[in-house]
């Protein structure tokens, strides 16, 4: 016989042996003591070696251990399950915090060059470029990690990026903006629109040699917000626009991660590329 089933017929054994004398055990305990002893006689009690209560001890002794084997079980099968959710809990908050954290190099490098090109001419508009950039970063780095913010905190970003956009373009570039929020305060998570405004400057006036545009409005109402941004783009880069979406990627998957009632829809028409997005902003992490 193999050592491993030897070893097990072993432990069996042992087992048999510790099962058969705590059941004599119980029975003398019983015998001498509880009957006895305490009660003194008072109940008829049979020989301890009696082969029927040997067999009810045994049927009792088999139950209970069923029922805390079966106990401890249950509760292992609960905290491994507890344990995997906690891991997959994990593993898309990391995912979330990188999508959040994402600004595109391009934007910061031609943001720095554009700055650096007022700073040559001595422009006015320096200090104030320097402070939205660096305000965007501060809250990249430091408030997209939040759960959730004020939806003014989050439109403001938005504006300051879009005012540093702007500086690449001047008059070649149309832009506007409309709000209607009825609550500034409503929280919403971080970054989850800043990825759309994104997308429109880098398929729009990024990748266009003429006057173009970016029409971008946004509208809360009773904790459902309402957004929808259209940009122009020129033909030829069509095919472009629609292989490169990588910050309506971001969005979306940041929107699965996040609120469970949302529509994210995408149309593109002649030169025009438009999203159209509705949140239940009080949807927000609810199972």
Excluded: C
């Excluded at 509760?75 to 994990?90: A, D, G, M, P, T």
Aim: glycine residues 4%; positive net charge.
């Amino acid at each position: 016989m193999e050592k491993g089933g030897l070893a097990r017929w072993w432990i069996l054994a042992e087992a048999l042996v510790i099962l058969l004398s705590a059941i004599y055990l119980v029975r003398v305990i019983f015998y001498y003591i509880v009957s006895d002893q305490i009660f003194k006689g008072l109940f008829p009690t049979s020989e301890h070696f009696e082969f029927r209560r040997f067999m009810v001890i045994l049927f009792n002794f088999i139950a209970t251990s069923g029922l805390m084997i079966a106990v401890k079980s249950i509760r292992q099968q609960l905290e491994l399950k507890e344990k995997q959710k906690n891991l997959v809990r994990e593993k898309l908050e990391t995912e979330l915090k990188m999508l959040k954290s994402q600004v595109n190099p391009h934007f910061l490098f031609n943001t720095l060059n554009n700055i650096y090109g007022l700073s040559i001419k001595k422009s006015d508009k320096t200090p104030e470029a320097v402070m939205k950039l660096s305000e965007l970063l501060h809250f990249t780095l430091y408030r997209a990690g939040a759960a959730t913010i004020a939806l003014e905190e989050e439109l403001r970003i938005i504006k300051d990026y879009i005012s540093l956009e702007k500086l690449r373009y001047d008059e070649r570039l149309e832009v506007r903006w409309e709000q209607d929020i009825d609550n500034p305060q409503h929280a919403i998570t971080p970054l989850i629109l800043l990825p759309l405004i994104e997308n429109a400057f880098k398929h729009g006036a990024g990748n266009s040699r003429f006057s173009s545009f970016i029409r971008a409005k946004i509208r809360l109402e009773n904790g459902t917000l309402f957004f929808s941004i259209a940009n122009s783009f020129e033909k030829n880069e069509q095919k472009l626009v629609q292989k490169d979406r990588i910050g309506l990627h971001n969005t979306r998957r940041q929107l699965e991660l996040t609120y469970k009632e949302y529509e994210l829809d995408i149309y593109q028409k002649e030169q025009v590329f438009s999203v159209e997005l509705t949140i239940n902003l009080n949807s927000y992490g609810t199972a």
